[in-house]
């Protein structure tokens, strides 16, 4: 049960990576897709205020405008309007802060100890009754480093351990 549960979260995991990779190559490529357009030589190039980001799995898409200088007698000056760099860079900002949590999770959920599990490793150690067990399983659960420890070991040593604990409790 406990591997289903890894093999599901691995594979969570693996979608949102790839989710994450895609927005973030859609991302650059629209940066290099008008970075040309910005580095034009006489003529004002500026993007759309509102760029549209179409659905990331069909591809992105922007439409861009060129401005270019007026010859009337009054005209504004043109003001260059920032190119939806700073929209890319926040988005893969907020893209690696979210892969950063998701990483943080995944290193907290590794860490836990299965309760399922662990009770039941105890449980099948023979030789003890079941009160001694469950107090044991309570003793154990208690402290993750024991939990872990516990069930690292293999049957013979997980008895021998279970021993040591009852020599100890009872002094």
């Given at each position: 049960m406990n591997n289903q549960k890894n093999q599901k979260r691995d594979e969570i995991v693996a979608a949102a990576i790839a989710a994450?990779?895609?927005?973030?190559?859609?991302?650059v490529a629209l940066y290099l897709e008008h970075a040309e357009d910005l580095e034009t030589n006489d003529q004002v190039t500026?993007?759309?205020?509102?760029?549209e980001l179409d659905?990331?799995?069909?591809?992105?898409?922007?439409?861009?405008k060129q401005l270019r200088p007026t010859t009337s007698t009054y005209s504004k000056p043109h003001v260059k309007k920032p190119c939806s760099?700073?929209?890319?860079?926040?988005t893969m900002s907020t893209m690696a802060a979210n892969l950063s949590k998701l990483a943080q999770v995944l290193d907290q959920s590794s860490d836990e100890v299965s309760v399922d599990e662990?009770?039941?490793?105890?449980?099948?150690?023979?030789g003890f009754d079941s009160e001694f067990l469950v107090e044991a399983f309570?003793?154990?659960y208690s402290d993750d480093?024991?939990?872990?420890?516990?069930l690292s070991l293999n049957g013979r040593q997980r008895k021998i351990w279970l021993l040591k604990y009852?020599?100890?409790?009872?002094?």
């Open positions: 994450c990779t895609a927005g973030i190559l859609s991302m500026s993007l759309d205020e509102d760029v659905d990331i799995n069909e591809g992105m898409e922007a439409s861009s760099t700073n929209r890319i860079a926040k662990l009770y039941e490793k105890v449980m099948k150690v023979e309570e003793y154990i480093k024991k939990a872990r420890t516990f009852l020599h100890s409790r009872n002094g």
